[in-house]
C-alpha cells in the first residue's frame, strides 16, 4: 500500500519494523512483523470482510478524526475491548523503499467483528472469517499460512528450507540432479550455526551460476552429456515466486563427482565466502554466525582466504 494512500499519525511510524515473512492466500495478503506479530494488508483485510478496499481505506483515514464518525468510534470500541492501542489503526514498514501499511491482529479482528455483527446488511463473508480467525486464534492462523515458526530465528529457516525442499525435490528428471539439493549441506551447516537465513538468502543461485560457466567453459557436455532444465518452484513467500515456475538446469548424474569435487575445492573456498560477506552486509546472517559457518565448510582453506 503506498504511503499516499493513507494518512499517516506520526504514533503509527513504525519504519523499524521489518516484514520477515508473507504470502498472498485466496487474493489475501498477510504476514509476520519483525516482532512477530501479525497483519494483514489494506487489501486483504478488504477482502477477509467482503467490502471494497475503498472501504478500509477511509476507516484508516478517518481513524483520528475529532470527534470521531459513528464506524470509526465503534470500531476503535472493538479494539479497546482487546486490551489493545486503539490510537494506532496500521503500522508502516519499509519494503524495496516504499512505505507500506500493515493492519495488526487487533484491529482487523475489531473490523472483522464490526461488518459482521454491527452493521445491517448482508456481510456473510465478514463474519465466516470473524469466526474462524477466533477459532484459530489470528497468530496461529497466520503464522501458518505463511510458514511462520515463532519459536525462534533457527524454526523459521528450517520452516523456509523444508518449503524449498518439499516443492523442487520431486521435479528433477531420473538421471539427473538439481544444484538446489546437492547443496543442501550449506543451508544445513548455515541454520545449525545460527544464521538467520530469510527468504532472500538463494546460496544455490549463485552456486548455479558458478558452476553453469564452468560447465561451459569445460566443455563437460561433450564428457557427461547435455544438461537440461527443470521445473523449479519458490514458496510464495519469497520474492522470486512471482516468476514460478522457474526453469534452472539440471545436471546428468554422470557429473555429480564433479560437481562436488567443485564445490568443495572451488566454491567453498573461493566463491563462498564473499557471497556470505555481502549477506552480513545486507544484515540477513549475523557476523560471528557466518564465521563459524565457514570454518565448519574449509577451515583452512577460509582462513587463508580471509
Not at 472493538?78 to 524495496?96: E, H, R
Not at 501499511?101 to 464490526?114: Q, R
Not at 538439481?178 to 538463494?202: D, H, P, W, Y
Amino acid at each position: 500500500m503506498s504511503s499516499k494512500s493513507l494518512v499517516t499519525a506520526p504514533e503509527q511510524l513504525k519504519l523499524k519494523l521489518e516484514i520477515v515473512a508473507e504470502r498472498e492466500v485466496d487474493g489475501v495478503g498477510m504476514g509476520v512483523l519483525g516482532d512477530g506479530n501479525t497483519f494483514l494488508t489494506v487489501s486483504g483485510l478488504a477482502r477477509m470482510c467482503g467490502v471494497d478496499k475503498a472501504s478500509i481505506i477511509r476507516i484508516t483515514a478517518a481513524w483520528q478524526e475529532s470527534p470521531l464518525k459513528p464506524r470509526e468510534r465503534k470500531i476503535r470500541e472493538l479494539v479497546s475491548a482487546q486490551g489493545a492501542d486503539d490510537s494506532i489503526c496500521f503500522i508502516a514498514t519499509m519494503k524495496n523503499g516504499v512505505i507500506n501499511h500493515a493492519i495488526p491482529s487487533f484491529v482487523c479482528m475489531a473490523v472483522l467483528e464490526y461488518y459482521a455483527f454491527e452493521v445491517k446488511g448482508e456481510y456473510e463473508q465478514a463474519a465466516k472469517n470473524y469466526r474462524l480467525l477466533a477459532r484459530k486464534g489470528f497468530n496461529d492462523f497466520i503464522y501458518a499460512q505463511v510458514g511462520y515458526n515463532p519459536t525462534g530465528e533457527a524454526g523459521v529457516a528450517w520452516q523456509q528450507f523444508h518449503d524449498r525442499v518439499s516443492l523442487s525435490y520431486h521435479t528433477v528428471p531420473d538421471g539427473y540432479f538439481s544444484v538446489f539439493k546437492e547443496i543442501s549441506n550449506i543451508f544445513v551447516t548455515l541454520i545449525r550455526n545460527g544464521a538467520q537465513l530469510g527468504n532472500k538468502f538463494i546460496p544455490d543461485i549463485s552456486v548455479g551460476l558458478h558452476w553453469g560457466k564452468y560447465w561451459t567453459k569445460e566443455n563437460l557436455d561433450i564428457i557427461y552429456g547435455d544438461r537440461l532444465k527443470y521445473e523449479h518452484n519458490y514458496p510464495q513467500y519469497f520474492p522470486q515466486a512471482a516468476s514460478n515456475p522457474q526453469q534452472p538446469y539440471c545436471y546428468p548424474d554422470e557429473a555429480l563427482g564433479e560437481f562436488r569435487k567443485w564445490v568443495r575445492e572451488h566454491y567453498i573456498p573461493k566463491h563462498l565466502p564473499g557471497y556470505i560477506d555481502q549477506k552480513v552486509r545486507e544484515k540477513q546472517i549475523p557476523a560471528p554466525a557466518a564465521r563459524r559457518a565457514l570454518e565448519a565448510f574449509a577451515p583452512k582453506a577460509i582462513a587463508r582466504r580471509r
